[in-house]
């Protein structure tokens, strides 16, 4: 008897786990703040899964069957907000996809659209745990990305695209953080440092 009732309750503890929804972190900040590198060094140490908004288009925008490749290869050169439909798309796929209950979704949401579409979208399916903010100077981003784009190969790593990014970012993402500030939701870190510092503020807010 005993058995049997230690046997329902594992099943049940499974079943839920299995139901729950995926918690899922959003990273934040301007272009070359290092939303990429300390993602990378949380995947190791907490085992999330990572998945940036910026590389899931550009995969997007290689793929030769797309029908919305040429549409994204303008909107990256020019540093505009690709409409959510697409990008939230991607990211919906790709969530469930990965089977992981832990995400960062990396660069995303960037404007009001993202946000309505997100909520539209995923509000119900996943949990927010919070929006993870790399606070940085431009003109360190700057100094950054020139230097990613003598080896990265992206098309808007280069200072005409750059200024572009960093207007969006400005006027259309900055909004975005402020409207997460006022629900509670914003860890914000300081990325003007080696990448070391910064992820030591960074695990404090995983462990
Ligand atoms: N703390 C840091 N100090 C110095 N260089 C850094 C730091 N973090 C990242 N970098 C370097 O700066 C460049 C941009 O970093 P990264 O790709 O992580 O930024 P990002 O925020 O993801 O940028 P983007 O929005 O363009 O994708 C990379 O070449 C990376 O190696
Ligand atoms: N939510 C998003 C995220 C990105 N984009 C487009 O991709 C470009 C590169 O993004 P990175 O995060 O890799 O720097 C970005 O400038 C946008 O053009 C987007 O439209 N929506
Ligand atoms: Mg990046």
Redesign the pocket.
């Given at each position: 008897m005993i058995f049997l009732v230690n046997l329902f309750f594992r099943q049940i503890k499974h079943l839920s786990h299995k139901m729950s929804k995926p918690e899922v972190v959003m990273v934040l900040?301007?272009?070359?703040?290092?939303?990429?590198?300390?993602?990378s060094k949380i995947v190791e140490k907490f085992g999330y899964t990572h998945l940036?908004a910026?590389d899931l288009l550009r995969a997007e925008r290689n793929n030769p069957e797309s029908t919305v490749g040429q549409l994204i290869a303008n909107y990256i050169k020019d540093g505009k907000i690709v409409p959510v439909e697409i990008t939230c798309g991607l990211l919906d796929k790709a969530i469930f996809a990965s089977g992981s209950d832990k995400i960062l979704v990396?660069?995303f949401p960037r404007n009001q659209e993202n946000v309505d579409g997100w909520n539209k979208q995923m509000g119900d399916r996943v949990s927010l745990k919070f929006v993870l903010f790399?606070s940085c100077p431009e003109e360190v981003?700057t100094a950054?990305?020139m230097?990613?784009g003598k080896t990265?190969g992206?098309t808007?790593?280069n200072i005409k695209s750059l200024q572009k990014?960093f207007i969006t970012y400005i006027n259309e993402t900055m909004p975005i953080v402020r409207y997460y500030e006022d629900l509670g939701k914003v860890r914000k870190v300081d990325?003007?440092?080696?990448?070391e510092?910064?992820f030591c503020d960074v695990e404090k807010l995983f462990s």
């Open positions: 900040g301007g272009p070359g703040s290092g939303k990429g590198t300390q993602c940036s910026g990396d660069g790399f981003c950054r990305i230097e990613r990265s992206r808007d790593d990014r990325a003007d440092r080696i990448p510092e910064v």
